[in-house]
Nanobody, 120 residues
């Protein structure tokens, strides 16, 4: 099985920065994609950023130019650097990891979520 541990959330003022981390561990052969989603109260969960094993990245329009996704493959960890934060960024952020297990079967796991609050 695969376990995901998220960290880095918290309270920050508008214009501030936070870096979220998501570390994957367990029976992992390879990771193909790592993504960040967020869900605000009363709203649907949305994809924020995605990083693939081929080096491609995708961002939702509302965070382009402000957020950066990166990976440390040696640590099976994905980061979301969030700059110029806005109140609309307030949400619970979830990590999602897709890959192959040591059994060569595909897996898809979600982290527990970390709260990001942007407020003055």
């Amino acid at each position: 099985q695969v376990q995901l541990v998220e960290s880095g959330g918290g309270l920050v003022q508008p214009g501030g920065s936070l870096r979220l981390s998501c570390a994957a561990s367990g029976s992992i052969f390879s990771i193909n994609a790592m993504s960040w989603y967020r869900q605000a109260p009363g709203k649907q969960r949305e994809l924020v950023a995605r990083s693939t094993s081929g080096g491609g990245t995708n961002f939702v329009d509302s965070v382009k130019g402000r957020f950066t996704i990166s990976r440390d493959n040696a640590k099976n960890t994905v980061y979301l650097q969030m700059n110029s934060l806005k109140p609309d960024d307030t949400a619970v952020y979830y990590c999602r990891v897709e890959g192959l297990g040591t059994n060569y079967l595909r897996f898809d796991y979600w982290g527990q979520g970390t709260q990001v609050t942007v407020s003055s």
